[in-house]
C-alpha cells in the first residue's frame, strides 16, 4: 500500500511540475516581447489603432475606404473590450485570416491578405508586446459602410475570390537581404495596402504589384523600377535614408507616408530599412509608363509666370530647390506620376517637412488654395510637370476644382 501511495505522491509531484513548466513557459521572456516591439513598429499598427496619443493601441481611429468607413478595433489587452481575452489561437487566426474569435470577418482594411504572410513565431510574439500594454476600456465602433458591403458574410465570398493564405516564400536564389526585405514588404510592411492598383472590389491588381494607387486624397507613388514615375533613378541608399529620415536628395514624404515614417520606417533597424530597400530596387516596372504630351506654349508660360512669382525662391529657376530642406523638382518621380494628386494637395494645401531624429531641420511650404484659381494651379502643376526633363500628364482645372472639394470634405 505504501509503495502505490509514494507512487502516486510521485506522479502527483511531477503533473504539479509539469503544470507548473507550462505556466512558466506561458510567461513572454523580455527578449520575445522586445522583439514583438519591433515587429509592432515595422508593421505600423500604432498608425490605424491608436486614435487618440494618450490612449495607444485602443482603437477608434476612423479608415476611410470606397466603401465608406471602419474604425480600427482596440488591440490592449482588456478583457472586455480588448484582446485580453483572447486564446493564442484567436490571435493568429484573427491576423493571419481575418477571422475574429467569434467567427466573424474582418473586413481588407485590416490587412490580413497581406499578414497571412507572416510566421507564427512573429505572430504570437506581436502578441506578447501587446499584452504588456496597460488595458483600456475602449468599445469597438461599428462600420459605416454602404449597402450592401455591410454584411460581413459577402467576405466570405470575397476571401474565396481574392485572398491567397499562405506564408512568404523565401528565394533560395536571393541575398538574405532580399529576403527580408521581401517578407517585410509583401507581408508584415504590407506596402502594397496603398501602393497597389485596386480593382473594382478593392481587392489588389496582383499583376500590378507595388505601381501606384491613390489613397484618401493622395497618390502613393510607384516602388518599382519604372525609369520616370518609379524608383528606378534611386540608388538602395537613397531609398534606405528616405524611408529612415523622410527625406534624401530626390524628394521629401508627405501626407499618410509621413505618418509611415513617423510611426514605422524611422523606428526600424538599419539592416531592416536596408533589407527593404535592396528587395525595392529589384523590382522591374510592373506595367508600361504612359507616353506623355507635353502641354501647349501658352499653359506652359502662364505656369511660368506663376512658378516665378510664387515658387522661384525656395525651388531656383532650374527646379533644383535644396535637397533634403526644399525638395528638388526635375526628375521627381511622384511629381511625374500620371496621378497628379498628391501634387495638388501640397500646392492646395501647402507641407512641412518631415522632422525626424536623422533630419531634425525642417522646412516650410505655404498652401496657395485662397491665392490661386484653379486655371492658375493647373497651369504651374503643369509647368513643374513637363520642365527640366520631366514629363507629366496633362493636369485641368476641373481636376484642381475636384481636389479642393476633397480638402473641404476633409478627405
Same mark, same amino acid.
Request: net charge neutral.
Given at each position: 500500500?505504501?509503495?502505490?501511495?509514494?507512487?502516486?505522491? @510521485?506522479?502527483? *509531484?511531477? *503533473?504539479?511540475?509539469?503544470?507548473?513548466?507550462?505556466?512558466?513557459?506561458?510567461?513572454?521572456?523580455?527578449?520575445?516581447?522586445?522583439?514583438?516591439?519591433?515587429?509592432?513598429?515595422?508593421?505600423?499598427?500604432?498608425?490605424?489603432?491608436?486614435?487618440?496619443?494618450?490612449?495607444?493601441?485602443?482603437?477608434?481611429?476612423?479608415?476611410? $475606404?470606397?466603401?465608406?468607413?471602419?474604425?480600427?478595433?482596440?488591440?490592449?489587452?482588456?478583457?472586455?473590450?480588448?484582446?485580453?481575452?483572447?486564446?493564442?489561437?484567436?490571435?493568429?487566426?484573427?491576423?493571419? $485570416?481575418?477571422?475574429?474569435?467569434?467567427?466573424?470577418? !474582418?473586413?481588407?482594411?485590416?490587412? =490580413?491578405?497581406?499578414?497571412?504572410?507572416?510566421?507564427?513565431?512573429?505572430?504570437?510574439?506581436?502578441?506578447?508586446?501587446?499584452?504588456?500594454?496597460?488595458?483600456?476600456?475602449?468599445?469597438?465602433?461599428?462600420?459605416?459602410?454602404?449597402?450592401?458591403?455591410? =454584411?460581413?458574410?459577402?467576405?466570405?465570398?470575397?476571401?474565396?475570390?481574392?485572398?491567397?493564405?499562405?506564408?512568404?516564400?523565401?528565394?533560395?536564389?536571393?541575398?538574405?537581404?532580399?529576403?527580408?526585405?521581401? =517578407?517585410? %514588404?509583401?507581408?508584415?510592411?504590407?506596402?502594397?495596402?496603398?501602393?497597389?492598383?485596386?480593382?473594382?472590389?478593392?481587392?489588389?491588381?496582383?499583376?500590378?504589384?507595388?505601381?501606384?494607387?491613390?489613397?484618401?486624397?493622395?497618390?502613393?507613388?510607384?516602388?518599382?523600377?519604372?525609369?520616370?514615375?518609379?524608383?528606378?533613378?534611386?540608388?538602395?541608399?537613397?531609398?534606405?535614408?528616405?524611408?529612415?529620415?523622410?527625406?534624401?536628395?530626390?524628394?521629401?514624404?508627405?501626407?499618410?507616408?509621413?505618418?509611415?515614417?513617423?510611426?514605422?520606417?524611422?523606428?526600424?533597424?538599419?539592416?531592416? @530599412?536596408?533589407?527593404?530597400?535592396?528587395?525595392?530596387?529589384?523590382?522591374?516596372?510592373?506595367?508600361?509608363?504612359?507616353?506623355?504630351?507635353?502641354?501647349?506654349?501658352?499653359?506652359?508660360?502662364?505656369?511660368? %509666370? %506663376?512658378?516665378?512669382?510664387?515658387?522661384?525662391?525656395?525651388?531656383?529657376?532650374?527646379?533644383?530647390?535644396?535637397?533634403?530642406?526644399?525638395?528638388?523638382?526635375?526628375?521627381?518621380?511622384?511629381?511625374?506620376?500620371?496621378?497628379?494628386?498628391?501634387? *495638388?494637395?501640397?500646392?492646395?494645401?501647402?507641407?512641412?517637412?518631415?522632422?525626424?531624429?536623422?533630419?531634425?531641420?525642417?522646412?516650410?511650404?505655404?498652401?496657395?488654395?485662397?491665392?490661386?484659381?484653379?486655371?492658375?494651379?493647373?497651369?504651374?502643376?503643369? !509647368?513643374?510637370?513637363?520642365?527640366?526633363?520631366?514629363?507629366?500628364?496633362?493636369?485641368?482645372?476641373?481636376? %484642381?476644382?475636384?481636389?479642393?472639394?476633397?480638402?473641404?470634405?476633409?478627405?
Amino acid at each position: 500500500m505504501r509503495t502505490i501511495l509514494t507512487g502516486l505522491a @510521485v506522479a502527483g *509531484l511531477a *503533473l504539479c511540475s509539469a503544470v507548473a513548466g507550462m505556466a512558466l513557459a506561458a510567461e513572454p521572456s523580455p527578449e520575445l516581447i522586445a522583439y514583438g516591439k519591433t515587429l509592432v513598429e515595422a508593421g505600423d499598427c500604432a498608425g490605424c489603432h491608436t486614435a487618440d496619443p494618450a490612449r495607444p493601441f485602443a482603437g477608434g481611429k476612423r479608415i476611410d $475606404t470606397p466603401f465608406g468607413a471602419i474604425y480600427a478595433p482596440n488591440l490592449t489587452p482588456d478583457r472586455d473590450t480588448g484582446i485580453g481575452a483572447w486564446t493564442d489561437a484567436d490571435f493568429v487566426r484573427a491576423v493571419r $485570416t481575418g477571422i475574429a474569435p467569434d467567427g466573424s470577418n !474582418y473586413y481588407p482594411a485590416f490587412p =490580413y491578405p497581406f499578414f497571412t504572410k507572416m510566421t507564427k513565431d512573429d505572430t504570437l510574439a506581436i502578441r506578447a508586446y501587446l499584452g504588456t500594454l496597460a488595458p483600456v476600456v475602449s468599445r469597438n465602433k461599428p462600420p459605416e459602410l454602404r449597402w450592401p458591403f455591410g =454584411y460581413r458574410g459577402l467576405m466570405r465570398i470575397w476571401n474565396a475570390m481574392y485572398f491567397k493564405p499562405g506564408l512568404f516564400e523565401p528565394d533560395q536564389g536571393k541575398s538574405a537581404a532580399w529576403n527580408r526585405g521581401g =517578407y517585410l %514588404v509583401t507581408g508584415l510592411g504590407h506596402c502594397g495596402a496603398c501602393h497597389t492598383p485596386k480593382s473594382y472590389f478593392g481587392a489588389d491588381k496582383s499583376a500590378q504589384a507595388l505601381s501606384g494607387s491613390e489613397v484618401g486624397g493622395w497618390y502613393a507613388p510607384r516602388l518599382d523600377g519604372a525609369a520616370r514615375t518609379g524608383l528606378q533613378s534611386w540608388r538602395a541608399q537613397d531609398i534606405a535614408e528616405y524611408l529612415q529620415s523622410g527625406r534624401n536628395a530626390k524628394s521629401h514624404a508627405g501626407g499618410p507616408m509621413a505618418e509611415v515614417i513617423v510611426n514605422s520606417t524611422s523606428k526600424m533597424s538599419e539592416a531592416d @530599412v536596408r533589407a527593404i530597400a535592396v528587395y525595392l530596387k529589384s523590382l522591374p516596372p510592373a506595367r508600361r509608363e504612359t507616353i506623355v504630351t507635353p502641354p501647349d506654349e501658352a499653359e506652359m508660360k502662364a505656369g511660368q %509666370v %506663376v512658378y516665378a512669382k510664387l515658387c522661384i525662391a525656395c525651388h531656383e529657376a532650374d527646379g533644383s530647390g535644396a535637397p533634403r530642406i526644399y525638395p528638388p523638382l526635375p526628375g521627381n518621380a511622384l511629381l511625374q506620376s500620371n496621378n497628379p494628386s498628391s501634387t *495638388l494637395r501640397i500646392i492646395l494645401d501647402g507641407a512641412h517637412t518631415l522632422t525626424t531624429p536623422r533630419a531634425p531641420n525642417t522646412g516650410e511650404m505655404p498652401g496657395y488654395a485662397k491665392q490661386l484659381s484653379d486655371a492658375e494651379i493647373a497651369a504651374v502643376t503643369n !509647368y513643374i510637370r513637363n520642365s527640366w526633363g520631366n514629363a507629366g500628364l496633362l493636369v485641368t482645372p476641373a481636376q %484642381v476644382a475636384k481636389a479642393r472639394m476633397r480638402e473641404a470634405d476633409g478627405e
